[in-house]
Nanobody
Framework: QVQLVESGGGLVQPGGSLTLSCAAS????????MGWYRQAPMKQRELVAI???????NYADSVKGRFTISRDNAKNSVSLQMNSLKPEDTAVYYC??????????WGQGTQVIVSS
């Protein structure tokens, strides 16, 4: 069994920064794609950023130039550095990991609130 544990959410003022982290533990043979999604109140979950096994990245247009995704394969972890945060970035952020094939796992979610 695999677990994803997220950390780093919180309250930040507009223009501020936060770093989200997600670590996978358990029986892990391979990690394929890792990423972050978010869900704001009354909205559908949306992709924020993903990073492939080969470290190519893809970002939502709304976060390009402000967010940076990275992974540490030795630690089975993925991070999301979020800069220049805006109120519209307020959401619950979910870590996503594909362990190959249809083995998709989600973290429990971490709240990010951007407000003055």
């Amino acid at each position: 069994q695999v677990q994803l544990v997220e950390s780093g959410g919180g309250l930040v003022q507009p223009g501020g920064s936060l770093t989200l982290s997600c670590a996978a533990s358990g029986t892990i043979f391979r990690i394929n794609t890792m990423g972050w999604y978010r869900q704001a109140p009354m909205k559908q979950r949306e992709l924020v950023a993903i990073i492939s096994e080969g470290t190519s990245t893809n970002y939502a247009d709304s976060v390009k130039g402000r967010f940076t995704i990275s992974r540490d394969n030795a630690k089975n972890s993925v991070s999301l550095q979020m800069n220049s945060l805006k109120p519209e970035d307020t959401a619950v952020y979910y870590c996503y990991v594909n362990f190959g094939g249809s083995r998709n796992y989600w973290g429990q979610g971490t709240q990010v609130i951007v407000s003055s």
